[in-house]
């Protein structure tokens, strides 16, 4: 049996890898058209920050320690330029001499990855993808000892690591973002911490503009708000593409999300050809839709379940949530499943919760605080989604959310966990349970409520809204308009209250439930704001950077 793998990175290694493992028998080639193969795509931005110091760490793999190990013929510096179905050959162009070959094939894996989207025209720009562009970008820099400039396009995971590491290297960065919100895959109110994170640093943050091209003077960019910046250096992280070109050419199903078609055991619609990782379509866990996930993890399991496979032993891959994980200047942002502007795009009912716990025992020192967001399916309380922002801490929280969707517990479900704790680690209670806790009292209906963006619309519609904070922290800030009434006053002036529906809050949510449980007791209509003061602030916080009209146009 001889497989032909395209692709020596991510998925095609875990394929081959497992392959081996599998069958000690099997012929097993990996075509990578680059100089370098398994390569730490992820390490990339931390070696341009310094983080990483050796080049060589990044290079966890060389063709000749595959073949030792696995006994893997890697053929590095050969691009596969075509895929001959019928005659199940493909065929291979030596990317230093030109010399073109036809290499026969019994099994096939496409592993080609993804490809960025290209950057506006005339423009030059760099890529952070590849150990080259880090060669390229650390050439520019070392070669302005004095500080270097630069402009990075587009907000994103990858966008977002490389301001964090041009800045630990003394870089003046701006970062020149289309969308009003910094890394999209969050809810807005979840990801306005970042904005001020990065602004902190010095980094000049553009929400709303584009780039149009080199300035006139030939020295930096020309935005779309009007303005020009200086930039040694272009990277342009606005995104990628699957990399289908092969598929397509071999006439390949293309599935509807862009990227190659595959059955639940990665086989493609050629039932002698697989395909695996960044330039193929996954499947939601949420909905069964069609989906793109562009991350390591899914590369490298599904390597794997095409491997297992071939090999004759299939397993299903599972389904992908899009769990990720983010460090932004010590913020950690983190996230799995749907959030709440997809589901509202797709039209799909949901519960939220909002919390704002501390990752341990609020007594203990270092404790860090941090806010979780759960999105829920009212009608089978099942979890769609999860953001966490924060510190320490967030990671296991993500970890085990996305655990129990993938084992299908349901919201409530999350109250009856029973994690490790010391003080030093989580609470009694931890954050976990706690956002439990909420979903379940709204599940029960022992709880009603309601969302920062939905708050004017309520008080417009007649609702009044009332602190039950304490007196200090009222007058430290509030909501415009509203009434304070501490809570442990509230029992004792309930007279004072008028018979219109309420919406309580506190600094977090915690004191506006208890005011919710004992107002509702005594027969008023009440909503407690969910995550407090503090979601709605951050929520509040957006409309600063909401863009002009004439930004807008432009
Ligand atoms: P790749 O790993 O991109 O490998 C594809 C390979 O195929 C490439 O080397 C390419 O040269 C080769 N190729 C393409 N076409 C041909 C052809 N015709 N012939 C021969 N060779 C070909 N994911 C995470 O989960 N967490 C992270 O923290 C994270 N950080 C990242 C940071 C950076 C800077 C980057 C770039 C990516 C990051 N990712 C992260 C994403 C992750 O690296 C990818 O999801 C993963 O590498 C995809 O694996 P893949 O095998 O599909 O593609």
Redesign the pocket.
Same mark, same amino acid.
């Given at each position: 049996m001889r497989t032909l793998i395209? =692709?020596?990175?991510? &998925? =095609?290694m875990s394929a081959a890898t497992r392959l081996r493992r599998l069958d000690e028998s099997a012929e097993i080639v990996v075509? $990578? *058209? =680059?100089q370098?193969?398994s390569f730490a795509?992820?390490g990339?931005?931390y070696y341009v920050g310094g983080v990483i110091t050796n080049r060589s760490d990044l290079l966890l793999q060389t063709p000749e320690s595959l073949t030792a190990r696995f006994r893997l013929d890697v053929r590095i510096n *050969? $691009?596969?330029?075509s895929v001959d179905r019928a005659a199940r050959t493909v065929t291979v162009r030596d990317t230093i001499t030109g010399d073109v070959s036809t290499e026969p094939y019994d099994r096939l894996v496409l592993?080609?990855? #993804?490809s960025a989207r290209s950057a506006p025209r005339g423009l030059a720009t760099t890529t952070? *993808?590849?150990i080259d562009d880090v060669d390229h970008i650390e050439s520019v820099l070392s070669g302005r000892p004095d500080g270097a400039t630069a402009v990075v396009i587009g907000a994103g995971? /990858?966008g977002l $690591?490389a301001v964090e590491n041009l800045v630990h290297r003394g870089v003046r960065v701006t970062l020149v973002q289309r969308g009003m919100q910094l890394f999209g895959p969050l809810d807005p109110e979840m990801a306005a911490p970042l904005l001020a994170t990065l602004q902190e640093q010095g980094v000049d943050v553009r929400l709303g503009t584009t780039v149009l091209g080199a300035s006139a003077d030939g020295l930096g960019l020309a935005l779309s708000d009007g303005t020009t910046v200086a930039a040694d250096l272009v990277i342009d992280a606005s995104g990628v593409s699957p990399?289908t070109?092969?598929a397509e050419q071999a006439g390949l199903r293309i599935g509807a999300s862009g990227g190659v078609w595959v059955d639940d055991t990665q086989r493609t619609s050629d039932a002698f050809i697989y395909a695996?990782?960044?330039?193929?379509e996954k499947t939601d866990a949420v909905t069964g839709d069609p989906l793109l996930v562009?991350? #390591? &993890?899914? #590369?490298n399991r599904h =390597?794997r379940a095409a491997a297992d496979s071939i090999a004759g032993q299939p397993e299903p891959a599972s389904p992908a949530l899009g769990t990720? /994980?983010?460090g932004l200047f010590g913020v950690v942002v983190a996230l799995t499943g749907w959030s709440e502007k997809r589901l509202v795009a797709a039209g799909r009912a949901h519960r939220i919760a909002h919390t704002h716990p501390v990752s341990h025992a609020g007594y203990y020192p270092g404790a860090e605080p941090m806010s979780m967001k759960l999105l829920i399916d009212p009608q089978t309380d099942a979890i769609l989604g999860a953001q966490i922002v924060g510190g320490s801490g967030v990671d296991k929280r993500i970890d085990v959310i996305a655990t129990a969707m993938a084992g299908g517990l349901t919201a409530s479900a999350l109250t009856r966990l029973e994690l490790a704790y010391a003080p030093q680690f989580a609470s009694a209670k931890d954050p976990i349970n706690q956002l439990g806790y909420v979903a379940d009292n709204l599940r029960a209906g022992t709880s009603r409520n309601i969302q920062w963006h939905e708050l004017a619309a309520a008080r417009v519609a007649g609702a009044v809204l009332v602190d039950v904070r304490s007196i200090g922290e009222f007058e430290g800030g509030s909501i415009p308009g509203a009434i304070n009434v501490p809570l442990d006053e509230l029992r004792s002036r309930l007279a004072d209250l008028p018979t219109a529906p309420l919406i309580v809050h506190c600094q977090v949510g915690q004191r506006g439930h208890t005011a919710a449980r004992l107002l509702t007791q005594h027969g008023f209509d009440v909503r407690n704001l969910d995550g407090g003061y503090r979601t709605w602030l951050a929520g509040d916080s957006l409309s600063t950077v909401r863009p002009t009209p004439e930004r807008i146009l432009a």
């Open positions: 395209v =692709g020596g990175v991510a &998925g =095609g075509f $990578e *058209r =680059g370098y193969v795509n992820c990339l931005p *050969r $691009e596969v330029t592993a080609a990855g #993804a952070l *993808r590849t995971f /990858i $690591e990399d070109s092969l695996v990782g960044d330039g193929v562009t991350m #390591a &993890g899914l #590369a =390597g990720a /994980i983010l």
